[in-house]
């Protein structure tokens, strides 16, 4: 592997100038990011109004007191215009509401690059296009914030027609808080391609498949389900919050001798070589465009793949067994 130089990251103090104040930002969307870049934003000082259609999340942005308005009025109003909107609905979403209603010198600010990269969104030649991707999910955007930490983000230009986009997109990354925690250059395809790999290798994918099959295989042994559940998925979060504060070191430095043991003799018989050649296949899956074309394609039939895997992983024995032993431990699942 080539050895690569340290990113250059900026935190609170890097980040001098407020490019963003004095701007109207429409943050489009009201759901897991939509709602914390909101808030955030709002708190840091900017004036924001909600862009989305009427039903669930409009009265949960009215309810929190926000204006909502059309997603085209919204972008009609507004200088930067954040997209929050699920990937697989920004391009038909953008054509219709958000395109006529962009004026020359405005800013396109997405979360994630997917559109952009892909080409399904091509922004006018007259606006700044930018992305700002916190690397978390949109709750802990808005709990992180207010318990006065933030989840580090990563923000890349793709299209600067003012000169100012960079310094637009620091100062938005600062106005959700992400500079507390540290905020990394990146470009349109670096963010998209190692999201998109993450997410289904290692965080999502990866994790949720190594749970079910160490469930499975204790189960299929005999082994007394709620055991196992304790085992191999709750227990997944202690040591991942041990390794999130100080490193796989920390976590190994606080497991037994004995675990310690285990994890360098057989982790590596689990997760073999193979599983590597596999990372390697979806890796180029994604960068050449296969996944987002099975993506986009099952979206534009309503998503009958999508749906069909949804229902058999919620019919997972895992489900119902931990369902049941939550109901006993309501400290593991403060409301949001
Ligand atoms: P979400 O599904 O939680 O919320 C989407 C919002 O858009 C909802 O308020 C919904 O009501 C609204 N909406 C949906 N269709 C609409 C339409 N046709 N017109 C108007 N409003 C509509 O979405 P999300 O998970 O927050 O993802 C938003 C973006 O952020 C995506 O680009 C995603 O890749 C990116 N992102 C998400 C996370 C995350 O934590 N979920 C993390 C990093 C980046
Ligand atoms: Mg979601
Ligand atoms: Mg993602
Ligand atoms: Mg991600
Ligand atoms: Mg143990
Ligand atoms: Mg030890």
């Known amino acids: 592997m080539e050895v690569q130089k340290m990113a250059k990251i900026y935190y609170e103090n890097s980040v001098a100038t407020d490019a963003l104040t004095g701007k109207k930002i429409a943050v489009i969307g009201y759901g897991s990011q939509g709602h914390a870049h909101a808030q955030n934003l709002q708190d840091t000082g900017h004036e924001v109004v909600i862009g989305i259609r009427e039903g669930d999340s409009a009265d949960k942005a009215r309810a929190d007191g926000f204006e909502v308005l059309s997603v085209a009025e919204a972008t009609k109003q507004s200088d930067v215009v954040m997209i929050l909107l699920p990937d697989e609905n920004q391009g038909s979403v953008y054509e219709a509401e958000i395109k006529p209603n962009l004026k020359a010198g405005d800013a396109l600010v997405f979360a994630h690059g997917f559109n952009i990269h892909f080409d399904v969104i091509e ?40 000169g100012n986009a960079r310094d637009l997109a620091l100062s938005y990354a600062k106005g959700i808080g992400a500079t507390r925690a540290g905020v990394l250059e990146t470009t349109f395809k670096e963010e998209t391609e190692t999201d998109l790999f993450g997410e289904q290798a290692v965080l999502c994918g990866g994790v949720t498949r190594l749970i079910q099959a160490g469930f499975e295989t204790l189960v299929e042994a005999g082994y007394q389900p709620e055991v196992a559940y304790f085992e191999v998925l709750h227990e997944m979060k202690l040591i991942v919050d041990l390794m999130y504060e100080g490193g796989m070191g920390k976590m190994r430095h606080s497991i037994s001798n004995t675990a310690e043991y285990g994890d360098y003799v057989s982790g590596p018989r689990v997760v073999t070589e193979d599983a590597k050649t596999a990372m390697g296949e979806v890796l180029a899956d994604i960068q050449n465009g296969t996944f987002a074309k099975a993506f986009t394609a099952d979206n534009a039939n309503g998503f009958p793949e999508f749906k069909a895997m949804r229902e058999k992983q919620k019919g997972h024995q895992i489900e119902a067994v931990g369902a049941t032993l939550r109901e006993m431990m309501p400290f593991v699942n403060p409301k949001n």
Do not use: I, M, N, S
């Not at 992305?131 to 990563?154: C, D, S």
């Open 123 to 162: 922004p006018p030649a007259d606006v700044d296009v930018f992305l700002v991707a916190p690397k978390g999910p949109g709750h802990l955007v808005r709990r992180t914030f207010v318990e006065g930490a933030a989840v580090p983000a990563l923000f890349a230009v793709y299209q600067d027609a003012t």
